[in-house]
């Protein structure tokens, strides 16, 4: 009887048998959080999901928020989210453990969010510029036929 050992998450996988790692949910990714974490968690959705039409969806080991590209993302870990904004500028603030640029135009900031009394001002208007600046299906079919 034939099968592999998938290289992804090492399980055996028998000849024939369905299996597909890389899918997960949201709740999958929550499921395990603190009281505190859950909470924060909740917070921060409804403040990203609050800015508008959008998509939500988990991607391996985050939470993606994605208008016309990719504004911000989610990385839940054991004692904090890491959340990650794309922003056209570099924030100089406490909150903020790193900025890397990603792009010509775009730096990712890193920061992490261990309480939902966190998930405010400034944070969450680093989040609505964020959003601002991914644009929305239309705004990136109009920038690509300018261009």
Sequence with gaps: MGGHECYHCKQWVE???PHDC???TE???TAD???DLRDAWERLREAATEFGDQRVYASHRSIMFSR???YCFVR???TFLELNVFLGRT???PQVRRVDRVSKAKLRHTIPIRHR???EPPVTDWLAEAYALSGGPAASRAAATRA
């Design 33 to 35: 959080l603190s009281e």
């Design 68 to 70: 016309g590209s990719c």
């Design 27 to 29: 709740a999958a990714l």
């Design 117 to 119: 009394d966190e998930v």
């Design 22 to 24: 890389w899918t997960t």
């Design 15 to 17: 000849e024939g048998e």
């Design 91 to 93: 924030v100089d603030a």
């Design 76 to 78: 839940p870990k054991r």
